[in-house]
């Protein structure tokens, strides 16, 4: 039988019960996205309005629909959810992208042509945050150069997402819509090395660090400088994998990197993968979608162990492993995990990936700009940073870490450079 798409998507259009107070928009997006009105549109068949209307907030609409965590943002504030299955915001969102590019429209279209102001702005680093507060500054009048280590935009979306979740074609569409607006790219430079911020504070009014955090975070136990020990966000970018054929290999982290690294390596024919968690599985930060995907992908969690040791003569050869109990600590929101006395054991391992959060690169250091303690680039509530016009966001700045908040710190980081260069 023949699935009929538009009767499927016109099924999930009119779910929606189109609610005033929208609590998807306003409680649930980090964008702030137009939700009903979006849908509404799509009802209608306005297709170039419904892009228009997402377009106002957000300019990542084709990547946001497929790959935010929609269950723990608009999805998870939505009114049919509190009795039934929400909205399907976030296949409605790529579908209105989809369709607007089958139809030919632009964001160009959807905003009001400027004339040009004569502020000049320095954009480094082209992934999420970045890519918005270039377009946003775009619109209204600035020229932009984006700045960008590797020969391609996107960032995270293109080296720190596998094409399983998102396809690199979409990226491209995503990315050629900003570009369109008039955004000047400066590819294969990178910051500390071809190029230095004294050089781009010289030649323009303002400069945008968004080059986000990439270098994964360690634990600071035994063994993790044994050969087989790797960061998930490295091997993520680089693709530098080693052969996994018949091997076990942890990863160890419960949020989206760890969930990507675990079903890439697996694809990449690791004979087990084990996720290793030291909480509860609903307290994991990762998509549910993706949890579930692992699940049936083979894939083994442990949930509420922690690792203590990476043991072996110079490779890894075992893990050290201690059940945790979860407890309520005075002062902390969310209950803690305490190692359990006596129930340490050991399991056989080749691969250990850690994939437990990430920190900014070395060079950070050597910028000349105030740090706070975790080693990210200080701003204070205007995104400004030690370095007069100088701003920040995104995971450098410590940004939530999703796609749409790293959006959202860009968008409102253009609005603040409007706000002090045009007022």
């Not at 320095?122 to 280590?149: H, M, N, Q, R």
């Not at 205007?382 to 749409?404: L, Q, R």
Request: aromatic content about 6%; some cysteine; charged content about 25%.
């Amino acid at each position: 039988m023949k699935i009929n798409i538009q009767e499927q998507m016109n099924e999930k259009l009119n779910y929606c019960l189109n609610c005033k107070v929208k609590p998807c928009s306003q409680k649930g997006c980090p964008l702030g996205n137009d939700i009903p009105a979006m849908i509404q549109n799509m009802k209608e068949q306005n297709v170039d309005k419904a892009y228009e209307i997402l377009a106002q907030t957000t300019v990542l609409s084709g990547v946001c629909g497929r790959i935010c965590p929609h269950q723990k943002q608009c999805q998870g504030s939505c009114v049919r959810g509190i009795k039934s299955n929400p909205v399907s915001i976030g296949e409605i969102e790529a579908y209105v992208f989809d369709k607007a590019i089958e139809k030919g429209e632009s964001l160009k279209n959807c905003y009001p042509k400027k004339q040009a102001n004569g502020k000049k702005v320095a954009v480094v680093g082209g992934g999420p945050a970045g890519l918005t507060c270039s377009a946003f500054l775009a619109k209204e009048g600035f020229e932009v150069t984006i700045y960008e280590k590797y020969h391609y935009l996107g960032g995270l979306l293109v080296h720190g997402i596998p094409e399983f979740r998102l396809s690199k074609e979409i990226v491209k569409k995503v990315v050629h819509q900003i570009l369109e607006l008039g955004i000047k790219v400066e590819y294969e430079q990178e910051l500390g090395k071809n190029i230095t911020l004294k050089q781009l504070e010289e030649q323009y009014d303002a400069v945008f660090l968004s080059f986000g955090a990439n270098k994964s975070s360690k634990m600071g136990i035994q063994g993790e400088e044994l050969e087989g020990v790797l960061g998930g966000n490295e091997l993520l970018e680089h693709r530098l994998h080693p052969n996994y054929q018949g091997k076990t290999v942890a990863v160890i982290g419960g949020g989206n990197v760890a969930m990507d690294c675990a079903r890439t390596v697996k694809r990449l024919g690791a004979k087990e993968v084990k996720v290793i968690y030291r909480r509860a599985r609903e307290q994991m930060p990762a998509e549910e979608k993706e949890i579930e995907d692992a699940l049936q992908e083979g894939i083994e969690f442990l949930y509420q162990y922690n690792v203590t040791k990476i043991l072996g003569n110079e490779k890894v050869e075992e893990l050290e492993i201690i059940q945790t109990e979860l407890v309520k600590k005075e002062g902390e929101s969310r209950l803690v995990p305490i190692n359990v006395k006596n129930s340490e054991k050991k399991i056989p391992m080749d691969f250990v990936i850690m994939a437990l959060g990430s920190e900014p690169e070395d060079f950070v250091k050597e910028l000349g700009l105030e740090l706070n303690k975790w080693g990210r680039i200080q701003t204070n509530e205007n995104f400004e940073t030690s370095h007069p016009n100088v701003y920040a966001g995104g995971d450098v700045a410590g940004a939530k870490s999703t796609v749409a908040w790293a959006a959202r710190s860009g968008r409102d980081v253009a609005y603040k450079i409007k706000e002090v260069f045009t007022s």
